[in-house]
């Protein structure tokens, strides 16, 4: 997640930090290949002055992460993360909380906003390639700080999708769930992960 949409958001014209991987030879390739003004660097080169960080990292890693990265306070965390357990088959913080609420208590200073986590990684570059053509699929968001939504919009628009306020950050509780249903049809239907989803209103008859 982190590596495609660091991509886009770089070929979008962002200035981008690929931080938090095993390989620093990764980081510097991620970099090159998104070009602009991509570079690797660490968590906390990339938390330092980003007006925007993105958490892409597997919940078992979340608070190793936020160590690494360091001091949060009224910075922006998109996050996609969601609330796995070890083997992925399941989420550990469900129904009365959620991952991203879990987060914004451990980062009580920044601005939590939970975003990207209801589609699949694979469908992302094709978005990108058909954004300004034709009727984009959806993403929800939520949060609790407006500013930070602002942003979180931009960038999910950036991507090539209508962005959708879903209200505060404890929706995550229903949009978290939601993903399993998502990875359901992306994993294991016949019809191949790169897909996405649309919400649609329409005017309401007798
Ligand atoms: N993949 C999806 O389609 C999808 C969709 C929705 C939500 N999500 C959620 O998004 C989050 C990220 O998922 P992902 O699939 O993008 O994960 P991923 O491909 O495994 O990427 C995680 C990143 O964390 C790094 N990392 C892991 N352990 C590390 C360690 N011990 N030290 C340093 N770096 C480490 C990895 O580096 P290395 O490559 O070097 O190990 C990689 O850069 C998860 O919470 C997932 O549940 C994923």
Redesign the pocket.
Known sequence: ????LGTIFARVGHGVIFS????KA??EKLARDAGGQARAGTPAEAAQDADALL?????S??D??LKKAGDLSSKVIVS?????NAN?TGLVIANTSS?SEDLAKKVAKAHVVSA???????VLFSVFERKGKGTPPSVVYCGDNAKAKKVTAQLITDVGFEPIDAGPLRIARYTEPF?ML??QL?YEGDRG?AMAYRFEWFEERG
Not at 1 to 4: P, V
């Open positions: 997640m982190g590596g495609k938090y991987s095993h390989s990764k980081l958490l892409a990292v597997h919940w890693r979340v190793d992460v996609c993360s969601l609330p796995m992925d991952g990207f986590n209801t589609v699949p990684s694979e993903t998502v990875g992306a992960p």
